[in-house]
């Protein structure tokens, strides 16, 4: 509708109804509001990230290289150290199963009670 009242045929009538200065006024506010939605499409884009899929199989490849480089430095060249962090890490990957089938058993407890209050 701007649009409309700002072109030339309609000028005349613009001004007849005096409403120049608000035709004028609600271009400058679309002026406005385009350059901030402009900006936040542009910081969007910037602040997109990988998905979690992708970055799942980047981390993936990477714990698989540092635990093989871990177990094969432990045999190799066996220290204090390198036993302590196969040790630590093994400990870890227990407590991140335990979690994993922790929260899969409450999955499937909720489930079942839904189920239960369906029938």
């Not at 109804?17 to 271009?27: F, I, P, Q």
């Not at 990477?62 to 220290?79: G, W």
């Not at 922790?102 to 999955?107: C, H, T, Y």
């Amino acid at each position: 509708m701007v649009l409309d009242l700002s072109k030339e045929e309609n000028t005349v009538h613009v001004s007849t109804l005096g409403l120049t200065e608000y035709v004028n006024e609600l271009n400058l506010t679309n002026t406005r509001y385009q350059t901030l939605t402009d900006q936040r499409t542009q910081s969007r884009e910037t602040a997109k990230t990988d998905n979690s899929k992708t970055i799942r199989t980047e981390m993936d490849a990477l714990y698989d290289y540092l635990s093989t480089v871990a177990f094969c430095m432990s045999v190799v060249t066996p220290t204090e150290d390198t036993a302590r962090f196969v040790t630590q890490l093994n400990a870890i990957i227990d407590e991140t199963n335990t979690a994993y089938n922790q929260r899969i058993a409450q999955v499937k407890a909720a489930e079942e009670r839904r189920k239960v209050k369906a029938e």
